[in-house]
């Protein structure tokens, strides 16, 4: 039987949990130190740069970029990337522009650099972003030199390549995986256009040292921003069934057969575990010897359920949908300072 994702939740809402216990996590363990060279590296190149093109993941596209990429690169023309759009639900996507312009980031494009959605507008807006920019002492220079930064895992390496397909017909020069910390190499230079003559620097994520919260520690998580098992697969999993349940996606009903929706991740991996044959023998000690019993393996239920999601099989979210929930309506929200802006 096919439930309605209304009908699912009026039979769950009064389970459904209101907040995510976030307390005693230590998110700084979650986000590696050795990112901090990443970004030295990064400045030292800063001089040949013409443009700067940050990356995210547009399922998080107000929370979790690093911050200190504004402040110490931020003098360079800027380009900012929202990529993964197949799997972010866009519905509030005005509202996310308007949001991003009152920070001062005017120049957004939302793109999927799988299929090559969007990429198109990237060097005409770059060449357009560099053309009315001073570019000290490269004013004569016809070549532009663009970074490409962000933190890991949202596609970095996936635009170059993209972008190469689009312009120059050609295919990989660098390499993309579905893990974080995939370039490692600091700053290959990698040609993606002929006219104008364009050349990007493709750089390893780099996380901020400080995450903003344990919540934006968790979005960035589930986007597969930090290896999963330095959060916990299954603190992972519940939270992605946390928020599943408050965004009324119900995909994942269906997806394990479930029957109905549930708030209880424990009950919700043994089911995938038993439904995937994903268990495992385990020796208990009695009273009177040995007994070996049949568990369900949760951890392998949780990597099922996180990879699922992570390849939209789920259905599209919004992870932000808190912070977006949160802003004024148009009209009525501040202007700051075009901080980004050459
Ligand atoms: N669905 C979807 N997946 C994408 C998109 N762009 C990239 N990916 C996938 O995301 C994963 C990471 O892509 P990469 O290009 O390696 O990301 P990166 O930012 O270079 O990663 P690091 O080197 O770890 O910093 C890969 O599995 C890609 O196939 C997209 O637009 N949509």
């Known amino acids: 039987m096919r439930l ?8 769950a809402r009064a389970a459904w949990r209101e907040t995510f216990p976030l307390g005693g996590r230590d998110v700084a363990r979650w986000f590696p130190g050795h990112m901090a060279r990443g970004l030295k590296k990064m400045q030292s190149s800063l001089k040949l740069v013409d443009c700067i093109i940050e990356v995210h993941d547009a399922r998080i596209p107000l929370s979790g970029r690093n911050p200190l990429f504004q402040e110490t690169l931020g003098l360079k023309p800027h380009l900012l990337v929202l990529n993964k759009m197949d799997l972010a639900d866009l519905e509030e996507q005005q509202k996310i522009i308007r949001h991003l312009e009152g920070e001062g980031l005017k120049n957004v494009v939302f793109t999927n650099c799988v299929k090559d959605e969007n990429v198109k507008q990237i060097i005409p807006r770059v060449t357009e972003l560099v053309g009315s920019s001073y ?66 620097l493709d750089t390893p994520g780099v996380l901020a040292p400080r995450i903003e919260s344990v919540e934006t520690g968790l979005k960035l998580a589930l986007c597969g921003t930090v290896l999963d098992h330095l959060v916990g697969e299954e603190t992972l999993a519940d939270y992605l069934l946390y928020t599943l349940n408050r965004h009324q996606l119900f995909g994942y009903v269906q997806h394990y057969g479930l029957g109905r929706a549930c708030d209880d991740v424990v009950s919700v991996l043994k089911h995938v575990a038993v439904k995937l044959g994903k268990t495992q023998k385990v020796k208990v000690l009695t009273g009177t010897g040995d007994v070996n019993i049949v568990q369900p393996n949760y951890a392998a239920a949780a990597r099922d359920f996180l990879h699922t999601f992570r390849s939209g099989r789920l259905g599209p979210v919004m992870l932000d949908r808190d912070v977006l929930q949160s802003l004024p309506e148009a009209g009525a929200q501040g202007h700051h300072p075009a901080e980004m802006d050459p």
């Open 135 to 200: 570019r000290y002492h490269r004013g004569e220079n016809l070549e532009y030199c663009i970074m490409v930064i962000g933190v890991p895992n949202v596609g970095k390496s996936s635009l170059i390549n993209s972008l190469r397909r689009q312009h120059l017909r050609k295919g990989k020069a660098t390499r993309v995986g579905g893990e974080p910390g995939i370039t490692r190499a600091v700053m290959s230079r990698i040609q993606v256009c002929e006219r104008p003559l364009m050349f990007l």
């Open 4 to 11: 309605s994702p209304r009908a699912l939740c009026d039979a």
